[in-house]
């Protein structure tokens, strides 16, 4: 049974999902127009938010360890968090960061994220 703590838990990782996929968006948009000009503080965002996320997983984890799919797809942001330790930014070339991000980063993350959100939406939506 969950309390009121742990809905709120599940209920904000929900949200930071949804944010964290905003800035990724943000990211990718600054390849192509010169107005945003944010980039590389959304892009801190972004990183420090999903290490936030790594680091509460144990507790979502025991949130969760009745639902054993659920727990499966926390477990799967190994594969997210491994890209992101791919992001090297003093050493990585304007392109080679913008496909990184375009086409590797953002849609696993993107893949992720719907099937975790599928799974907290019984625990967050009444």
Known sequence: MLTAD????????????????EGFYYIVSSFENINFTERDQVLADVLLAIYEIDST?????????DDFEAVL??????????????IDLESVMPLQFQSFM???????????K?????????????
């Open 102 to 112: 375009k086409y590797e980063l953002l849609p696993s993350f993107l893949k992720w």
């Open 73 to 86: 797809e926390l477990k799967r942001m190994d594969f997210v968090i491994d890209q992101l330790e791919k």
């Open 57 to 65: 997983r144990s507790i979502l984890l025991a949130v969760l360890s």
């Open 6 to 21: 742990h809905f709120q838990l599940l209920s904000r990782f929900y949200q930071l999902l949804d944010s964290i996929e």
């Open 114 to 126: 719907k099937r975790i959100q599928e799974k907290l939406k019984t625990y967050v939506t009444h």
